[in-house]
């Protein structure tokens, strides 16, 4: 289970979207200018699935504290 926040540039939570897809599968989100979305690591829930009280409950009290975004470039071929 994938848990990704829908924020803005200050870390304020829209949103928390939970995806629960087999190996391999995905799932694409388009935020607009201005708003990002960005997997949550280390969240621990209290139920799976989550509840929508459970996670109303984390996006009003938690704030996304984004870091460095790794990345690297290799040739194409």
Known sequence: MKVYAHHDSA????SLIVVNSPEGGG???TPQPGEFATEIE????????????ELSEIAGTH???A??????LKKKP
């Open 11 to 14: 870390g304020s939570i829209r």
């Open 27 to 29: 799932m694409m989100l």
């Open 42 to 53: 280390g969240l621990t829930l209290k139920s799976n699935p989550p509840t929508p009280e």
């Open 63 to 65: 704030v996304v504290a």
């Open 67 to 72: 870091g460095a975004t790794r990345a690297a």
